[in-house]
């Protein structure tokens, strides 16, 4: 099979963590007969450095006419510590999700065997916890209209949400469900918010079409809460853009690390896939950022956008084998065990496959 892809490598460390993905995927490629056309395109700070915009429209035109998008990450310092910056990084990355239509951010959370004692939570806690998050990606209040008045001394952002956003997200949670243990969790805060409101009644409408998934509905306070005491009480959970850009950053932890978590934004023309870190700045050049969750991104990507889940598997496998024989970078090496470089770690991933 030919593929495809556009390569957004962003800023920070998402160069080196995009590069040690395209050497696994080329590896990949090679074990089974496939061919992957990579075409690299600017997003981010240094889309702003080049163009003057964060999301350019060339930028768009390679996205639309890729079979799938590999992300790295978007971010830096000196608009990070500039609230008043006119033009944001952040802001082509919402851009990217609205003109692509990536309506649904896929988060899963898991455990490593080998890495469950890295957790900050204690092991009989999180053993055995699968779950994986649906957030709405392109509405809520991060698309809101917002601004300032009084003279600047009143600042508002305001959430909004059609019938349709709820429904087309809930409807990938139900059929999702379907496929794991038949069990979703609504979350949001409906005692308070009108969007929440509209959230549950849409979503307890739609449960005699899928007569089989048992529904919970749950507020967000109390999620938050729970992923931390019990997280394996869920499995498939949806939830709205602000909550989910929270809970999912809260339930990384649990596995030890957001170098290991994966994602995917899937919608109306094409998925995007992306490590749920950030751009960790501190650490750009150094050569010491975590690969393993845009690894795992790719690994995503071979299953659900080409429907390659023996590729998935062994890029999972080979992962799993790093982390147990310690093949990791200096944010899970023990304390007297060798730390390797981001290069390094995609390097013997290469050679175990």
Not at 308 to 326: D, P
């Amino acid at each position: 099979m030919k593929f495809n892809i556009a390569l957004l490598a962003g800023d920070g460390i998402g160069p080196e963590v995009i590069n040690e993905a395209v050497k696994v995927s080329d590896a990949i490629a090679k074990k089974f007969n496939h061919e992957i056309n990579w075409t690299p395109a600017l997003t981010g700070a240094c889309a702003i450095d080049a163009v003057g915009v964060p999301y350019p429209d060339e930028t768009h035109e390679i996205c639309m006419a890729a079979d799938a998008v590999l992300f790295g990450a978007i971010g830096h310092p000196k608009y990070d510590n500039d609230p008043s910056a006119p033009v944001r990084p952040e802001q082509g990355l919402l851009l990217m999700r609205k003109k692509l239509g990536l309506f649904a951010n896929v988060r899963p959370t898991f455990t490593f065997p080998s890495l469950i004692d890295n957790s900050p939570l204690k092991r009989e806690r999180i053993e055995g916890t699968d779950l994986i998050f649906l957030r709405e990606l392109t509405g809520g209040i991060y698309f809101g209209e917002k601004g300032r008045k009084d003279g600047g001394e009143t600042a508002f952002d305001t959430c909004t949400y059609t019938r349709v956003e709820v429904q087309r997200l809930a409807k990938k949670g139900f059929e999702l469900a379907m496929t794991r243990s038949k069990k979703l969790c609504c979350v949001d805060k409906a005692n308070v918010l009108e969007t929440s409101r509209l959230w549950r009644e849409t979503v307890q409408a739609m449960e005699k079409e899928y007569p089989e998934v048992t529904v919970s509905y749950e507020f967000v306070d109390a999620v938050a809460m729970r992923l931390v005491q019990w997280p394996n009480s869920y499995d498939v959970l949806i939830t709205e853009n602000l909550f989910g850009d929270i809970l999912t950053d809260e339930a990384s932890v649990i596995s030890g690390s957001m170098g290991l978590m994966p994602s995917a934004s899937v919608g109306e023309h094409t998925s995007l896939y992306e490590p749920i870190h950030g751009s960790y700045p501190q650490a750009t050049g150094l050569n010491i950022a975590n690969p393993l969750a845009t690894v795992l991104s790719a690994a995503m990507m071979f299953e659900d956008a080409f429907g390659l889940k023996e590729e998935a598997e062994a890029i999972r496998a080979v992962v799993n084998k790093s982390l147990e024989q310690g093949i990791v970078t200096e944010d899970l090496a023990g304390k007297d065990a060798k730390a390797y470089k981001t290069s390094e770690v995609g390097d013997w991933l290469v050679a175990n496959l």
